[in-house]
């Protein structure tokens, strides 16, 4: 069963766009997939509450801040939307449950600096187990320099960058009614689709 953890210690990053979508994504593939969320915030949970019930179902996994359980084991793909500030027991818990790390990062020389530490503490907290750890740009608009900025700094870490993700409504207006890229007509979110491309076969893999 994989685990798909989504973490950035950076609040307002895209955490629960990225992990909404990811659920979404494995669901469009037939899998029996549930969506955790360990922030108190709980925009995941909110989502899953707007989702409709002709929609490709995805389970509610019923977690808490404080304390994060090993998922059952009637589904197949799990996906985990982490708090803003993940830091300490909590980090190394989530750690031991994850497969996969995405780090959805933006352009913006705030979350790259905070981004650079989280980073080093996941390389320090992953030695001898096997995890993969992949990059997200997202809200990138990459005819700017900010977009630039984010590739330098990206190049010297030595992962890799699955997606850069464009900052476009239709991740808004899908949100508010439940819905991920993957619920509607490709051809709606063609250029999407199209960025996802690279992330969806580092997620089937």
């Known amino acids: 069963m994989p685990v798909v953890v989504v973490a950035n210690p950076k609040g307002g990053v895209g955490k629960s766009t990225l992990s909404t979508n990811v659920a979404g994504y494995f669901a469009s593939q037939g899998h029996a997939v549930m969506l955790g969320d360990a922030d108190r915030q709980q925009s995941s949970r909110l989502w899953l509450g707007l989702r409709p019930p002709a929609a490709r179902p995805i389970q509610t996994w019923e977690i808490s801040s404080d ?3 090993r998922p059952p084991r009637d589904v197949s793909h799990v996906v985990l939307d982490t708090p803003a500030g993940l830091h300490g027991w909590r980090f190394k818990d989530v ?10 990062l933006q352009p913006s020389i705030f979350d790259i600096y905070a981004t650079r530490a989280f980073l080093d503490e996941l390389a320090e907290s992953k030695r001898g187990q096997t995890l993969e750890v992949g990059i997200v740009g997202m809200r990138v608009d990459e005819r700017t320099i900010a977009a630039d900025k984010l590739r330098e700094f990206v190049e010297g870490l030595g992962l890799p960058v699955l997606a850069y993700l464009r ?5 808004i207006h899908l949100a508010a ?5 993957f619920d509607i007509a490709p051809s709606r979110v063609e250029k999407d689709l199209g ?4 992330l969806c076969r580092w997620l089937a893999d």
């Open 67 to 69: 304390f994060i359980a």
């Open 95 to 104: 750690l031991k449950l994850a497969d996969k790390v995405l780090v959805p």
């Open 195 to 198: 960025q996802w491309a690279g």
């Open 177 to 181: 009614r439940g819905l991920t890229l």
């Open 167 to 171: 900052d476009t409504q239709n991740y």
